[in-house]
């Protein structure tokens, strides 16, 4: 792909996030944080990519994506998020959650607050493997089967809810303030409110058939209630959470584990998922073409829908604003945006015309040319 940087970092970068922007302001983002994982010594990392911290819509990059600022983290980053501007948020694999607050004018990093046995088994610690964040709240998921609800400040848990599954719940999104998404190692989502007092889901979706494990999801930014996953056999599902109990749509995405979805947060038309195989896919939705067609890499391909809810053919009505029912045109178009490379990717994010992934083979990809 065009003006795509890659730098090589020396560690295996597990997760990647746009630090955010105002929503007010044209100006596109211009710092990043990476965690890595399954290193010596693991960090959570700084990165700027414009000039002294600043940049325009217009700019080109000056060279590659600098180091601002590193601090040692205890355990594999499995997830990290931005709870504001200035203060981020992990998940480890030993259990704990933790806050790093940015020092802007020192360029410097420091723990603000750390929940250390946040997931635990009976004899050791158990890896929280997601975190999800509507400040001042703050939502934790593990290998534990465990939901914790946390609060800024706060040094105690605002509510725990223990046995919530069976198995590894391996992320979560806010859906609502009071609602958070769940999905897990058996192939459900499960929907959590917290204003209900009992340690029940309010709802369950499903796979059918084969149990495979998810391992990702993320919500539609305009409409919440349709959601998308991925998961060990590459597959990117498509929900509606008011519909029945199963997947709208399946299609055939990447041939290894997905470990992420992200929809385009202010143009959901556009999806972009990573994966185990080395490819970052951008999915774009249009419905201006004049018949349907399904294009990968500019090649025609197989949209697989192996379970529908709703109408009878749920291709047609994917391909427009992923579930608008009175659409009889469109066109889902996928483009690898990485140079060919066979490590996993294991992260990405995307932020108005920018993106960053990071990866097994030790790099992070940057581009500020995402064409939505």
Wanted: charged share 20%.
């Amino acid at each position: 792909m065009e003006c795509i940087n890659a730098k090589f970092v020396s560690q295996k970068i597990s997760k990647t996030r746009w630090r955010p922007v105002s929503s007010a302001s044209l100006q596109q983002p211009d710092i990043f944080a990476t965690g890595s994982w399954d290193n010596e010594d693991n960090k959570v990392s700084i990165w700027s990519v414009g000039e002294h911290g600043v940049s325009s819509m217009e700019d080109e990059f000056e060279g590659d994506p600098q180091l601002l600022c590193e601090f040692k983290h205890d355990g594999d980053v499995l997830d990290l998020q931005f709870l504001d501007m200035e203060r981020i948020v992990t998940a480890s694999s030993t259990g704990a959650v933790t806050i790093f607050r940015h020092h802007h004018n020192s360029q410097t990093l420091s723990v603000a607050q750390r929940w250390d046995r946040a997931h635990f088994y009976s004899c050791d610690n158990a890896p929280c493997t997601g975190v999800v964040c509507s400040s001042p709240e703050i939502v934790s998921v593990g290998e534990d089967g465990r939901i914790m609800l946390f609060r800024v400040e706060h040094k105690g848990v605002i509510r725990t809810i223990d046995n919530a599954d069976s198995s590894t719940i391996h992320a979560a999104t806010f859906l609502r303030t009071t609602e958070v998404l769940t999905v897990n190692s058996i192939g459900q989502l499960k929907l959590w409110d917290f204003r209900q007092r009992g340690n029940e889901p309010s709802q369950i979706l499903s796979l059918t058939g084969d149990r495979v494990p998810l391992h990702c999801v993320d919500k539609n930014p305009n409409q919440q209630h349709i959601v998308a996953t991925g998961g060990q056999d590459g597959m990117l599902c498509i929900w509606d959470v008011r519909q029945g109990n199963m997947p709208f749509s399946l299609m055939e995405a990447h041939s290894a584990e997905m470990w992420e979805v992200h929809f385009h947060p202010s143009n959901p038309e556009h999806l972009f998922t990573c994966s185990e195989d080395g490819s970052l896919w951008h999915w774009e939705n249009s419905t201006n073409s004049d018949t349907p067609s399904f294009l990968q890499g500019g090649r025609n391909t197989t949209i697989t829908s192996r379970s529908t809810v709703g109408p009878a053919n749920a291709n047609q009505s994917l391909i427009s604003s992923w579930l608008n029912n009175d659409s009889s045109k469109g066109r889902l178009e996928t483009t690898n945006m990485l140079p060919s490379q066979t490590m996993s990717v294991n992260s990405l994010d995307v932020l108005g015309q920018c993106m960053v992934c990071g990866t097994d083979g030790e790099a992070i990809y940057v581009t500020k040319r995402v064409p939505v």
